[in-house]
């Protein structure tokens, strides 16, 4: 079992450009989620995908960014016109079946924002 | 909403000590579950045990093992035997049955020599 992979792992980018991020899930898990991490801080949700279906999305979770899974398997997200207020480490999870199972994380995509 | 609170922004302990790491929580729902996750410095977020809050006993992983108070919304971590490799950052977690993971601000362990 490979685990969660995440791509890439560092993105410097300059305000007002787009980023784009990937996440591949262990395989054959259901469920791919996506954290938000600011430095010394938790993470925070952002989105949840069951198979390809978008299920929810927080509030945090502004019209700059967009998340997709199109096929099931791996999923993107893509945040539009960045602001320095987006530089984080962006996290994603992902779990095997419905209801309570455990997250198993990936290592993450940390952001800059110049 | 649900919200998680871990009051020890630092801890350190010396190796082969036991050290406790609180959090409370605050719901109003029944069903859910509670984590405890590990990040090592620049590495990433690792499970370390894990409770259902319609178990009455105690979770336990080896070194680790938790105090769940369910009716204080209570759920401390305990380390036994404490080692250099339990350095990082602990997180207590909440999930209720809609999946999504709520965390504490964390607390970061320091494994002294």
């Known amino acids: 079992d490979t685990g969660v992979s995440q791509d890439p792992r560092h993105k410097i980018t300059k305000r007002g450009q787009n980023v784009t991020f990937r996440c591949d899930p262990i395989s054959e898990h259901n469920r791919l989620y996506w954290y938000r991490q600011t430095l010394g801080q938790g993470p925070e949700f952002l989105t949840y995908?069951?198979?390809?279906?978008?299920?929810?999305k927080s509030r945090l979770l502004s019209d700059r960014f967009s998340a997709e899974r199109p096929k099931g398997s791996f999923s993107t997200l893509e945040i539009q016109r960045t602001e320095q207020g987006d530089s984080a480490m962006y996290l994603c999870?992902?779990?095997?079946?419905?209801?309570?199972?455990?997250?198993?994380f990936g290592p993450g995509t940390r952001l800059t924002v110049l | 909403a649900q919200t998680v609170t871990q009051s020890q922004p630092e801890m350190s302990v010396q190796e082969a000590e036991t050290v406790t790491l609180s959090c409370t929580y605050d719901t109003s729902e029944s069903n859910y579950y509670l984590f405890w996750y590990k990040q090592p410095p620049s590495r990433q977020m690792i499970l370390v045990i894990r409770?259902?809050?319609?178990?009455?006993q105690n979770a336990t992983e080896n070194r680790f093992s938790v105090n769940f108070q369910k009716a204080a919304k209570s759920f401390s971590l305990k380390i036994s035997d404490s080692q250099l490799g339990d350095t990082a950052m602990y997180f207590c977690a909440f999930m209720n049955l809609d999946s999504r993971l709520t965390f504490g601000e964390g607390t970061q362990l320091t494994v002294n020599p």
């Open positions: 999870a992902s779990s095997p079946a419905l209801g309570a199972d455990t997250q198993y």
């Open positions: 995908f069951q198979n390809e279906a978008q299920l929810e």
């Open positions: 409770q259902e809050a319609y178990k009455q």
